[in-house]
Nanobody, 124 residues
Framework: QVQLVESGGGLVQAGGSLRLSCVAS????????MGWFRQAPGKEREFAAA????????RYADSVKGRFTISRDNAKNTVYLQMNSLKPEDTAVYYC?????????????????WGQGTQVTVSS
């Protein structure tokens, strides 16, 4: 079965950086677009970034554009989220997800496999 396992979260001061990783198994990774979402307490899950199967195409939420970079290594079945210039409002649980064949959409309903999430906390 499909498994997505995130890591790399933690506590960081505002202005700092973190790099999240998501290792996938149970699927032919290079066949799928992948995305990162986040969910803060009391809020709905929201789109952060997505990447095409080859890695040539990316898409970002306006709130993270210019600060976050999504990338992937198909040889390692891994997708990354490099987060720079972190702000307290970036505090959330971050999830990676597999898009059912698609075009890097922002709607979580179009993603059919999810990891367990990794907590990112940014202190002011």
């Amino acid at each position: 079965q499909v498994q997505l396992v995130e890591s790399g979260g933690g506590l960081v001061q505002a202005g700092g950086s973190l790099r999240l990783s998501c290792v996938a198994s149970g699927l032919t990774f290079r066949y799928y677009e992948m995305g990162w979402f986040r969910q803060a307490p009391g809020k709905e899950r929201e789109f952060a970034a997505a990447i095409s199967r080859s890695g040539a195409g990316t898409r970002y939420a306006d709130s993270v554009k210019g600060r976050f970079t999504i990338s992937r290594d198909n040889a390692k079945n891994t997708v990354y989220l490099q987060m720079n210039s972190l702000k307290p409002e970036d505090t959330a649980v971050y999830y990676c997800a597999r898009e059912s064949p698609g075009v890097m959409t922002t709607d979580p309903k179009n993603y059919d496999a999810w990891g367990q999430g990794t907590q990112v906390t940014v202190s002011s």
